[in-house]
T-cell receptor, first 113, second 115 residues
């Protein structure tokens, strides 16, 4: 199966850390991505992780991958009001030849001032 | 420049109209994609073009007709749409359709309303 699941909503206070979680079912996933979508806009690629990595850090963003549990998370340090958006995780499975992304349902992050 | 542009930004059309959505990128990418996104849902893949050839059609109804005139342009021709086709249509591109990280860059989308 290729279902990718996320919790629907997360609310945090400005300055706190946010952790957005994602679970996927296809163990053949090669790359996993995090995208951000602000209201009425397209998707912005935030970061990605290769399936043979456990962690990747990029400024305020930390991605953790637990391949055994098929669990992916995105941690945003020092969350700002500008981080309010919907966050999608996505997986790509190379060996199917699809080369396309399967998106999770999206998590709406609300940052309270 | 990591920009993908889409026109128009908004489109309202009747069920008997014919219209086209346009997408352009100048990053030298050789793979381009159309996605459909309904409100509060994730994007769903419609079509993939790789080196200007259609490589994936996700069982999309024939009232949607994609076209890739050259490596920078991607069109989506619309004809006899239904109100349930109202959605945000997103275009994306990636360096190539092959192996590797293959980051997809998305345009801002065209908000389509079918009346």
């Amino acid at each position: 199966g290729e279902d990718v699941e996320q919790s629907l909503f997360l609310s945090v206070r400005e300055g706190d850390s946010s952790v957005i979680n994602c679970t996927y079912t296809d163990s053949s996933s090669t790359y996993l991505y995090w995208y951000k979508q602000e209201p009425g806009a397209g998707l912005q690629l935030l970061t990605y992780i290769f399936s043979n990595m456990d962690m990747k850090q990029d400024q305020r963003l930390t991605v953790l991958l637990n391949k055994k549990d098929k669990h992916l998370s995105l941690r945003i340090a020092d969350t700002q009001t500008g981080d309010s958006a919907i966050y999608f995780c996505a997986e790509r499975v190379e060996d199917t030849g699809r080369r396309a992304l399967t998106f999770g349902s999206g998590t709406r992050l609300q940052v309270q001032p | 420049d990591t920009e993908v542009t889409q026109t128009p930004k908004h489109l309202v059309m009747g069920m008997t109209n014919k219209k086209s959505l346009k997408c352009e990128q100048h990053m030298g990418h050789r793979a381009m994609y159309w996605y459909k996104q309904k409100a509060k849902k994730p994007p769903e893949l419609m079509f993939v073009y790789s080196y200007e050839k259609l490589s994936i059609n996700e069982s999309v109804p024939s009232r949607f007709s994609p076209e890739c005139p050259n490596s920078s342009l991607l069109n989506l021709h619309l004809h006899a749409l239904q109100p349930e086709d109202s959605a945000l249509y997103l275009c994306a591109s990636s360096q190539k359709g092959g192996q590797g990280v293959n980051e997809q860059y998305f345009g801002p989308g065209t908000r389509l309303t079918v009346t």
